[in-house]
């Protein structure tokens, strides 16, 4: 059964940096593209960020450009979200979710298939 979870997040201070990782078991990373998501209380899911299978081609929400980074280790078979002058609007759940594809990714809920468990970030002083 395919399993993908979530670890790294936390409290940290505006300004501070977290490192979010997604470990995924049960399947073969490589073979798939990754999505990183966040939903705050009251609002919508959003994309966050995505990674190709190799790597090679990321996307990123408008909101994050500049902050944050996404990258992988497929020999390890995680995926890492580096995520730099955090906001207090970057207050959320973080979520990662393996997508039906593997040469380009998509910021979009819909396409992925299985996600994990979610971690808490909050940024405040």
């Known amino acids: 059964q395919p399993q993908l979870v979530e670890s790294g997040g936390g409290l940290v201070q505006p300004g501070g940096s977290l490192r979010l990782s997604c470990a995924a078991s049960?399947?073969?990373?490589?073979?798939?593209?990754v999505g990183w998501f966040r939903q705050a209380p009251g609002k919508e899911r959003e994309g966050v960020s995505c990674i190709n299978n190799s790597g090679g081609s990321t996307n990123y929400a408008d909101s994050v450009k500049g902050r944050f980074t996404i990258f992988r280790d497929n020999v390890k078979n995680t995926v890492y979200l580096q995520m730099n002058s955090l906001k207090p609007e970057d207050t959320a759940v973080y979520y990662c979710a393996r997508y039906r594809g593997r040469s380009y990714c998509d910021l979009m809920s819909r396409g992925h298939d299985y996600w994990g468990q979610g971690t808490q970030v909050t940024v405040s002083s």
């Open positions: 049960g399947f073969t990373l490589e073979d798939y593209a």
